[in-house]
Structure formats: structure tokens, C-alpha cells
């Protein structure tokens, strides 16, 4: 099948308090081009800690941190970076404020925006995010990727809310928690046009220490501009 390959990792690190090293030597193994974070630095010296983490995974910053709150987007040498931008949702007094990050690139010629984000805990609080989130994405043009930890399953409105118009996979694995995984709430998604040619939940040994969340690996065909 013809198109251009861009492997994307989706990735909840747990705020980097678990197994530093299995979860950098897990990243830096499985080679993504684009590496999708939630709950990345957000606070304090947030810059120096989200470079230092691409710094170990030999990838560079794209976009997000502070300005998304915790969600990250890192890419490789492969992806020239166009233009980036975040998102924050209105906040729900009481509740964390919580927001998604965007960004255009480009790889061998093929165009493609990707978007990351990480919905609320409380469910009363998700799909009014979501709402917000999936407005933005319908704002685009081209070959999109969406990735996220949703904190809910293929059943929940929210989850249903932001897969509308865009392709899944069939893989049922469930994502969290990693140590005893019992439950799918990490998606990643693609537009119509874009090829899934794998779609895997990393559930090695090393994965279930690296962070609460297990990864999702998805090997991409974009379409050739």
C-alpha cells in the first residue's frame, strides 16, 4: 500500500514519577515520530524538565507543557514542525483545569496535524471537554491524528464524541492500570485517508513499570501531498 509511514506513540507518563529509565529506554525502542504525552511537566522549571525528557527519548519538543497543561507533543529529525498551538477548557470550579495541544508537520513531502489531550476524571465535567476539544479538531484540514487519555471507554460519550468521523481500531486491550490492566481509556485516532497498519497496546514487563498507563504504538500511512 503507497503512502508515506509516520509511526505515532500515545503515551499518559504519569507526571514521570515511576520508572524513569524503563519508560525512556521503552520510548527510545519503539522509535515514534511523533510521541503524544499527557500528563507531561506542566509546573515548575517545566521547560528544562520537558526538554530533558526529550533529551532521553532523542526526540526534540514540539509543542505543549504549560500552555496545555501537561499535554506534550515531541517529534523526530523526521517531522519538520510547522506551526503549533494549545488549547484550555473552560474551567469547572473546583476541578483542574485541563486543556490539548496541536500541531502541524510535515514528513517526506506528506502533511498531517496531530492533537493530544487529556479529559477530566469526573464525568459530569469529560463531555463538555470534549465538546470543546472536537470542535477545534473539526477546524482542520488534511490528514489529522488524535491521541488522549480519555479516562473513559469506547461506550462513553466522550470517547464516542471525539472518534465521530475519524477511525479507531478494533484492538479491545485495556490501557489502565498498567501494573493489572482492567480498563481501555487511551485512544488514538485517525482521520479517513490515513492508513492504521498496526495498532498495539505495549504491555512488556518494562511497560508495566514505566508509568500507570500502558502505550499505544500506531504505525501510519499518510496520504502523499
Same mark, same amino acid.
Given at each position: 500500500?503507497?503512502?508515506?509511514?509516520?509511526?505515532?506513540?500515545?503515551?499518559?507518563?504519569?507526571?514521570? +514519577?515511576?520508572? +524513569?529509565?524503563?519508560?525512556?529506554?521503552?520510548?527510545?525502542?519503539?522509535?515514534?515520530?511523533?510521541?503524544?504525552?499527557?500528563?507531561?511537566?506542566?509546573?515548575?522549571?517545566?521547560?528544562?524538565?520537558?526538554?530533558?525528557?526529550?533529551?532521553?527519548?532523542?526526540?526534540?519538543?514540539?509543542?505543549?507543557?504549560?500552555?496545555?497543561? =501537561?499535554?506534550?507533543?515531541?517529534?523526530?529529525?523526521?517531522?519538520?514542525? +510547522?506551526?503549533?498551538?494549545?488549547?484550555?477548557?473552560?474551567?469547572?470550579?473546583?476541578?483542574?483545569?485541563?486543556?490539548?495541544?496541536?500541531?502541524?508537520?510535515?514528513?517526506?513531502?506528506?502533511?498531517?496535524?496531530?492533537? =493530544?489531550?487529556?479529559?477530566?476524571?469526573?464525568?459530569?465535567?469529560?463531555?463538555?471537554?470534549?465538546?470543546?476539544?472536537?470542535?477545534?479538531?473539526?477546524?482542520?484540514?488534511?490528514?489529522?491524528?488524535?491521541?488522549?487519555?480519555?479516562?473513559?471507554?469506547?461506550?462513553?460519550?466522550?470517547? +464516542?464524541?471525539?472518534?465521530?468521523?475519524?477511525?479507531?481500531?478494533?484492538?479491545?486491550?485495556?490501557?489502565?492500570?498498567?501494573?493489572?490492566?482492567?480498563?481501555?481509556?487511551?485512544?488514538?485516532?485517525?482521520?479517513?485517508?490515513?492508513?492504521?497498519?498496526?495498532?498495539?497496546?505495549?504491555?512488556?514487563?518494562?511497560?508495566?513499570?514505566?508509568?500507570?498507563?500502558?502505550?499505544?504504538?500506531?504505525?501510519?500511512?499518510?496520504?502523499?501531498?
Amino acid at each position: 500500500m503507497s503512502g508515506v509511514p509516520l509511526r505515532v506513540v500515545s503515551y499518559n507518563v504519569h507526571g514521570l +514519577r515511576d520508572d +524513569r529509565a524503563a519508560l525512556t529506554g521503552l520510548v527510545r525502542d519503539l522509535a515514534p515520530d511523533v510521541l503524544v504525552v499527557q500528563e507531561a511537566p506542566r509546573r515548575f522549571r517545566w521547560r528544562q524538565k520537558c526538554a530533558a525528557l526529550a533529551s532521553e527519548t532523542g526526540l526534540v519538543v514540539a509543542a505543549g507543557g504549560l500552555p496545555s497543561l =501537561g499535554n506534550l507533543l515531541l517529534v523526530s529529525l523526521r517531522v519538520a514542525v +510547522r506551526r503549533t498551538w494549545c488549547l484550555r477548557y473552560p474551567l469547572t470550579p473546583g476541578r483542574h483545569l485541563r486543556g490539548a495541544v496541536f500541531a502541524e508537520g510535515a514528513v517526506r513531502g506528506a502533511t498531517f496535524t496531530v492533537s =493530544g489531550s487529556h479529559l477530566a476524571t469526573d464525568a459530569t465535567e469529560r463531555p463538555a471537554q470534549a465538546q470543546f476539544w472536537k470542535e477545534e479538531l473539526e477546524k482542520l484540514d488534511g490528514p489529522v491524528i488524535v491521541a488522549a487519555d480519555l479516562n473513559e471507554g469506547p461506550g462513553g460519550s466522550a470517547w +464516542r464524541m471525539v472518534e465521530d468521523g475519524l477511525v479507531g481500531s478494533a484492538v479491545d486491550e485495556p490501557t489502565f492500570p498498567a501494573a493489572v490492566p482492567s480498563r481501555r481509556i487511551d485512544g488514538l485516532f485517525v482521520s479517513p485517508g490515513v492508513t492504521i497498519e498496526r495498532y498495539e497496546i505495549i504491555s512488556a514487563d518494562r511497560a508495566r513499570v514505566a508509568s500507570d498507563h500502558l502505550p499505544i504504538v500506531a504505525d501510519l500511512l499518510l496520504p502523499s501531498s
